[in-house]
Every structure is written in C-alpha cells, then in structure tokens.
C-alpha cells in the first residue's frame, strides 16, 4: 500500500501520515521531487488524502491524477479527504476524475478537521483545546478505519446518491467559477516587505518577486498555506478581508 497526499497547511498531511504509520506504510506528498511512475507502478493499493474545497478536489490534486491517471488503472484505491464540517460527497468526487478507467474503491471517509481559513470572522480559528478534540476525534476514526480495512470491510463514505445531490447542490454547483476567478486573484497589501516566503511555500510555483513586486501565475489552488504563513500577514486568496490571526498549529 502507498499513501499519497496534498495538504496545503497541514491538516492532512497528519492524517496522511497517521493513517500510513497505522498501515504500516509510507506516505508521501505529491509535491516531492519523486519518481511517482515507479511508486505507483510498484503498489496495488493506493491510499489519496486531500483536503476538499466545497466539495471539490483541489487543483493541485486534480493535476497530479490527471498527469498519472493511466497508471491508476485497475488499482484499489482508498480515498480520505478532510473536511471542516460537511462535504457531502467529498471522497467520491474524486472518482469523477477517473472516468477513463477501472478501479476498485475499498475504503472512501470523511475526517473532519479545525479550520485553516483564518480570514473568515464567521468561522474563528479552533483554539489548542479544540484542536486537541478535533485530533482525538480523528485518531479514532483512523483507527476504526484501519481495522476494517483489515478486516476487508468496505465503507463508501458519500458515494449515495443524497450525498452526492448535497455536494453539488450545496457547494460544488458555483464553486468552478469562483475557483476560476480566484486562482487568478492573489491579492498582497502595502504591508509586504518582499521576504519572498509566499514564493517559497506556493506548492504550484504561483508567486515570483518580480521588479520589486510579487506576480501570479493565475495557478493558485487557494490551500491558504501562504495566508498562514506570511510574517506580515499581508497576502489573502479567495477572501479578501484582512488577516488577524493565522492558523500555524503545523509546521508546513
């Protein structure tokens, strides 16, 4: 078995690599420098976690499986995505992505997850506490999973047609076009002072320093790593409103 995964700031980076270590496995992101032909080449049973942006899979992710999707064919393959509360159909979607092929889904699960979109005043950043319970919560349904799939039992997280209606219905309906307008759409504030860092941890090479300023590509998959981590809080994607707080419980 292989794991591999996107996490923009964290989140599923820790349940990727719990689930891996629990497997007895390795797990590996998809922004390595790899030989990802060979990895996936050599294993029968491919495990992918990502984090799901109103019931869609990230960008980034959507291009690593469409660069490797003929070596996906006749695979096994377990899907976790992390959520904040409610996907619908936030594991199945990722089949709609591999429609030219076959495949076997053993396992599909929903992992709820604290919050990393810090610029949101609805949603306030989870404080230690509650991080704390959101991991426990976790760490249970990882290891609830990993017994059945030992045990050979097959649990299809959202794969209903209800599950399916909600993600499109709820979310994914307008998402394209505002994840159109928004990969286009980095936004960084006087504040700036050219550190370079968003240049650094962008996982699609999106931003450069260019005459003084910082450019875009128009390639952002808004996973907010740059929002969180920016020292002087002065860049924003998606939304727009000012950053206060920031969430760094992990070290990207």
């Known amino acids: 078995m292989l794991t591999l995964y996107f996490s923009g700031t964290g989140n599923t980076r820790y349940i990727a690599t719990h689930f891996a270590k629990k497997m007895n496995h390795e797990a590996f992101s998809i922004e390595e420098d790899l030989n990802f032909v060979s990895l996936i080449s050599s294993h029968e049973t491919i495990a992918f976690c990502y984090p799901i942006y109103t019931s869609d899979v990230p960008f980034i992710m959507k291009r690593f499986v469409k660069t490797h999707l003929h070596l996906l064919q006749n695979k096994n393959l377990i899907i976790l995505c992390t959520q904040l509360f409610f996907s619908g159909d936030g594991a199945r979607v990722f089949t709609d992505l591999l429609k030219d092929i076959s495949y076997s889904v053993m396992y599909a699960e929903h992992i709820n997850m604290p919050n990393n979109i810090c610029n949101l005043w609805v949603l306030p950043l989870a404080k230690e506490k509650r991080i704390a319970r959101y991991l426990n919560r976790a760490e249970s349904k990882l290891n609830k999973m990993c017994e059945r799939i030992e045990q050979g039992i097959i649990i299809r997280r959202g ?16 998402f394209p076009k505002i994840e159109a307008k928004a990969m286009k759409d980095v936004r960084i ?52 409103s000012k950053v206060k707080k920031q969430y760094r419980y992990w070290v990207v």
């Open 159 to 174: 794969f209903n047609p209800v599950s399916k209606w909600l993600g499109w219905f709820t979310q994914r309906a307008y």
């Open 189 to 240: 504030d006087t504040h700036c002072n050219l550190c370079g860092k968003c240049t650094r941890v962008c996982p699609m090479n999106n931003l450069t320093i260019e005459n003084n300023q910082i450019t875009q590509q128009g390639a952002c998959t808004l996973c907010y790593r740059c929002v969180n981590l920016c020292p002087q809080k002065a860049i924003t994607v998606l939304i727009h």
